[in-house]
């Protein structure tokens, strides 16, 4: 258990809606990030939040859109779902946002859009 | 286009075997990591290697981080099917932005009893 909780565990869905994706860090944690994991992409990383303000981002498309809330948890939105963004969301979250740290990912969120 | 190439895409070996995962790219990375991933869960960190030719072992395993800091390898020891998962290989271009690493595609390493 890395401490990092995802909600919902899968999702399934049709084109053209929008469904958001929650992530919970480890207690401590001010840096949240997302990354995208499809078979023909592998691991992609979306964006990273430290202590709410966005800090990097990544090849996150403009349907999606991302925010950390005071208490450190993060969703993630994505919009006009195609079929294409069937993927595994990941949240991974470290104690800061530039350091050797280590990334502690959650079980991640399986979307389908059918 | 990946960034860091991992190979091979997939490796299947006996108990006991040895084995290799190579991670190569054309840029410099101030640190990489590995990281194994097994069906349904997320990637756990491994190892994390900074120093160009650092090498660093983890029991059985052992990682090697290239001198120009451009190539990285992970070798396996008398492989174990505990072993088995998606090996991993990520790289941060850039020390502000540690979270933004760039992941190889993986390699899938199978052992069998």
């Known amino acids: 258990d890395s401490g990092v909780t995802q909600t919902p565990k899968h999702l399934i869905t049709a084109t053209g809606q929008r469904v958001t994706l929650r992530c919970s860090p480890r207690?401590?944690?001010?840096?949240v990030y997302w990354y995208q994991q499809s078979l023909d992409q592998g691991l992609q990383f979306l964006i990273q939040y430290y202590n709410g303000e966005e800090r990097a981002k990544g090849n996150i498309l403009e349907r999606f859109s991302a925010q950390q809330f005071p208490d450190l948890h993060s969703e993630l939105n994505l919009s006009s779902l195609e079929l294409g963004d069937s993927a595994l969301y990941f949240c991974?979250?470290?104690?800061?946002?530039?350091?050797?740290?280590?990334?502690?990912f959650g079980e991640g969120s399986r979307l389908t859009v059918l | 286009t990946q960034l860091l190439e991992q190979s091979p895409q997939f490796l299947s070996i006996q108990e006991g075997e040895n084995l290799t995962v190579y991670c190569n790219s054309s840029?410099?990375?101030?640190?990489l990591q590995w990281y194994r991933q097994e069906p349904g869960e997320g990637p756990v960190l491994l190892v994390t290697v900074v120093t160009g030719g650092e090498v660093k072992k983890l029991k059985r395993l052992t990682f090697q981080f290239g001198d120009a800091r451009k190539d990285s390898s992970l070798h396996i020891t008398a492989a174990q099917p505990g072993d088995t998962g998606l090996y991993l290989c990520a790289g941060a271009t850039t020390t502000d932005s540690w979270g933004k690493l760039q992941f190889g595609a993986g390699t899938q390493v199978v052992v069998t009893p």
């Open positions: 840029s410099v990375f101030s640190s």
């Open positions: 991974a979250s470290s104690v800061s946002s530039s350091s050797t740290g280590e990334l502690f």
């Open positions: 207690s401590g944690d001010l840096s």
